[in-house]
């Protein structure tokens, strides 16, 4: 069985990104094919309120994206990936932007970074973002009772295990029930980090049945979608596998979609409105959302 999960290979994997992007005639430069998506992403009708602080490390800051004349809307804390030792919130505006058209409160964070900050520094700072965005989720037109925590690779990680290890919410005082909803794309939710470069993430010694999500699922969790990208070579889609495996065994709903024609990178990419040809995420994830929110 491959076991191919966030090796070092630097984003080449942009690649298919950058191939996309051209077909629209954006002319994505193949070196930064995120920045020039992002320029063309247009936040004109939405407000946006930058750097919002939720911790004092200069990494602990996100950006809210909110829908015009929002009231009461689901609200959604995105969660970057990077093999834990890169990427930023400024890099995944397009994903705040498309949500925040489809009528969600989303927060685009930032957290810190391996090798200098490792397990479980970045999921506590999942956790702290969560309820900084609940506890001024009035203010910005949500409801603090309708929250969703998604994530993309690492961030899908991040996403998966702020949630489903019963410690994390409990260190802030944001209880279960009022996350209605997890959504992890392709992320490394079940993988032998000793094995990758990405084990500067982990603890020096430290064992996988101590860190990894799918080994401690709390049986009250909220439900999960897990996407799939058929073309992922970074990430096994066994991670998948055995998380809604370990969910189903909590007695925790959970759906598992893998998404054909798209590759780690062009699954989020699919996100972005000028870029849903490439396959259904940003779909996938409305209907999740509407099917689990509070009405």
């Given at each position: 069985?491959?076991?191919?999960a966030?090796?070092?290979?630097?984003?080449?994997?942009a690649?298919?990104l950058g191939?996309?992007?051209?077909?629209?005639?954006?002319?994505l430069a193949?070196c930064?094919?995120?920045n020039?998506?992002?320029?063309?992403?247009?936040?004109?009708?939405?407000?946006?309120v930058?750097d919002?602080?939720?911790?004092p490390?200069?990494?602990?800051?996100?950006?809210?994206?909110?829908p015009q004349?929002?009231?009461n809307?689901?609200?959604?804390l995105?969660?970057?990936?990077?093999?834990?030792q890169?990427?930023d919130?400024?890099g995944?505006?397009?994903?705040g932007?498309?949500?925040?058209?489809?009528g969600y409160?989303?927060?685009?964070?930032?957290?810190r970074?391996?090798?200098?900050h490792?397990y479980?520094?970045?999921?506590?700072?999942?956790a702290?973002?969560?309820?900084?965005l609940?506890?001024?989720?009035?203010?910005?037109?949500?409801s603090?009772?309708?929250?969703?925590v998604?994530g993309?690779?690492?961030?899908?990680?991040?996403?998966?295990?702020?949630v489903?290890?019963?410690?994390?919410?409990?260190?802030?005082?944001?209880?279960v029930?009022a996350?209605?909803g997890?959504?992890?794309?392709?992320?490394?939710?079940?993988?032998?980090?000793r094995?990758f470069?990405?084990?500067v993430?982990?603890?020096?010694?430290?064992?996988?049945?101590?860190?990894?999500?799918?080994?401690?699922v709390?049986?009250?969790?909220?439900?999960?979608l897990l996407?799939?990208?058929?073309?992922d070579?970074?990430?096994d889609?066994y991670?998948?596998?055995?998380?809604e495996s370990?969910?189903?065994?909590?007695?925790?709903?959970?759906?598992?979609?893998v998404l054909?024609g798209v590759?780690h990178?062009?699954v989020?990419?699919?996100?972005?409105?000028?870029l849903?040809?490439?396959?259904d995420t940003r779909?996938q994830?409305?209907?999740?959302?509407?099917?689990h929110?509070?009405?």
């Amino acid at each position: 069985m491959r076991k191919t999960a966030l090796p070092s290979r630097p984003f080449a994997r942009a690649t298919g990104l950058g191939l996309a992007a051209a077909a629209l005639g954006l002319g994505l430069a193949a070196c930064s094919p995120q920045n020039t998506l992002n320029a063309v992403t247009s936040t004109r009708g939405l407000d946006v309120v930058q750097d919002v602080r939720y911790g004092p490390a200069p990494r602990n800051v996100m950006d809210i994206y909110v829908p015009q004349n929002a009231q009461n809307a689901p609200v959604v804390l995105y969660i970057h990936g990077g093999s834990w030792q890169g990427g930023d919130k400024d890099g995944h505006k397009f994903v705040g932007a498309s949500l925040a058209r489809a009528g969600y409160v989303t927060g685009v964070m930032n957290y810190r970074l391996a090798p200098e900050h490792r397990y479980p520094d970045y999921v506590q700072d999942a956790a702290a973002a969560l309820k900084a965005l609940r506890d001024r989720a009035r203010s910005d037109g949500g409801s603090p009772d309708n929250l969703f925590v998604m994530g993309h690779s690492a961030g899908g990680f991040n996403a998966v295990e702020v949630v489903d290890n019963a410690r994390w919410l409990g260190e802030v005082g944001v209880p279960v029930s009022a996350v209605r909803g997890v959504i992890g794309v392709a992320g490394p939710y079940s993988y032998d980090f000793r094995q990758f470069s990405s084990r500067v993430a982990f603890p020096e010694g430290g064992n996988p049945d101590d860190i990894m999500p799918d080994r401690h699922v709390r049986p009250d969790a909220p439900p999960h979608l897990l996407l799939v990208a058929a073309n992922d070579t970074t990430v096994d889609p066994y991670n998948a596998v055995n998380m809604e495996s370990a969910l189903k065994k909590a007695g925790v709903s959970v759906t598992k979609t893998v998404l054909p024609g798209v590759n780690h990178i062009t699954v989020i990419a699919a996100v972005a409105q000028p870029l849903t040809f490439l396959g259904d995420t940003r779909q996938q994830v409305i209907d999740f959302i509407e099917a689990h929110r509070l009405k």
